[in-house]
């Protein structure tokens, strides 16, 4: 089955946290236990812990990037990286373009508890981009 960005916002509706929401998507897709994911990704969300610089969605959007595209060979770091790189800037400028920022402080126009409405568009978005790109 192929993830979406509804798959996306429907996770953070269920108060996963935004990288949570992002990242646990593509879990089945990619052969991934959304359970080990999904604790894995629990100090991603508000900017890195709270810390709203990088936008938690963005981050599973790297994420999930990096799953998509990693070779996973280790013998061979470099096999697939630099591609994986270019891919993870490519995708930073789209959401920068979309969004105006990639960073959590800019991002969360809105205070209260989640799912607020801005971090769901930041995790759509991150998806809608997930799902634009080859591979």
Known sequence: MKA???DAA????????CCQ?????YCEE?????????????????GMGGLKDTCGAVTGMFLTIGLKNSAGDRNDPYATKKDTYEKILKAAEVFRQRM????????????????????????????????????
């Open 4 to 6: 979406t960005k509804k």
């Open 10 to 17: 429907e996770r953070f509706e269920k108060m996963y946290n």
């Open 21 to 25: 929401a992002v990242v646990c998507a």
């Open 30 to 46: 990619l052969g991934v236990k959304e359970e080990d994911v999904f604790r894995m990704t629990e100090g991603f969300g508000l």
């Open 100 to 135: 105006g920022s990639i960073y959590c402080r800019d991002l969360k126009t809105e205070e209260g508890p989640q799912p607020l409405p801005c971090c769901k568009k930041c995790v759509e978005e991150a998806a809608a981009i997930i799902d634009e790109m080859d591979y």
